[in-house]
């Protein structure tokens, strides 16, 4: 039986020479027996000297490379699957503020992973704006990612204290993150309109960045260990005036660890400078994070992103213009 046109004299059945052209490999296609086969490159090679292999490994090799064929793709597809669901539990719209408005961005540096955001709306005029960075990447990062969002949702309105659902939550969450050596990091942040402050505590994440209308910055940094580090851990928390604040901006360590082709990292003195200089601009709160991200993406330039990124911009509406 030929295959391709070329002649044959393996003996081996027909539905076997038909599925041998779908083998080859960059190098070129399999011997099977005395038979001319044409190479990836297009030219043709003699094998008719060489030894022959025998039928059922062949058959065995066919068979097993596509079986791996078809779970590589069942794999594509679950991740992709996994991507819409991850994408699904990132807010579609924000709670009403009173007075201030919200944008969020995320970006995975794989097809999932374990960065993300989330903003729970309260009684009285609050809300709780929650960022966290799951250790690692992936699946693994994403599966503790989904689990810690359905934690804090659960559990926001049993406080009105960010450092008392910080150490419910890790303990909820301590015994499975302990069990696989991993942590996460976390920062919540209360904003209260009717009392005009915004009570922020952290579980050993990034600080949180704020300017004021001037364009002056800082960062608040309140102690706490990451969860799953200790089954008890005592969290601090810092209360900021929202009459400070023009601009407040939760963000994970992807933003200040990104990298240029040097090697370079973004940093965080880098990270407020742009915040005080896009903060002077009369920006809406989307406006105000996308030309934060064009600052991180203009720095990489064509360097790979290695880790996850995300941010949540809080901006007071018409502060600038006042």
Known sequence: MGVDGLQTDTGLAEP?????????RSAGARCCG???????????????????VPRESVIAEVAEDVEVSEEARAWVNELETARKIQESLLPKSFPVVPGFGLAGYCRTARHVGGDFYDVIALPGNSALLVMADVMGKGVPAALFAAMLRTLIRTTA?????????????????????????????????LI??????????????????????????????????????????????????????????????GLTEARNGDGEIFGETRLLNCLGRISTLDQSPEGFSTSM??????????????????????????????
């Open 16 to 24: 076997l020479a038909a599925v041998v052209p779908v083998v080859n």
């Open 192 to 253: 209260e309109v009717d009392r005009q402050r915004l009570t922020v505590a952290s579980a050993g994440h990034c600080p949180l960045l704020v300017a004021g209308a001037d364009g002056q910055t800082a960062s608040i940094s309140p102690e706490g260990l990451p969860l799953g580090i200790l089954p008890e851990v005592d969290f601090e928390e810092t209360v900021i005036s929202l009459g400070d604040i023009a601009f407040a901006m939760l963000h994970t360590d």
């Open 293 to 322: 991200i064009e600052e991180i993406q203009s720095f990489q330039s064509t360097a790979s992103v290695r880790d996850d990124q995300a941010l949540l911009v809080l901006a007071r509406t018409g502060v600038l213009a006042a």
């Open 34 to 52: 005395p038979v001319m086969f044409r190479e990836s490159l297009g030219s043709e090679k003699d094998l008719s000297t060489l030894t022959e």
């Open 157 to 189: 309105d049993l406080t009105t204290q960010p450092r008392d659902l910080l150490g419910r939550v890790n303990r909820q969450i301590y015994e499975e993150l302990s069990a696989v050596d991993m942590f996460i990091t976390v920062q919540v942040a």
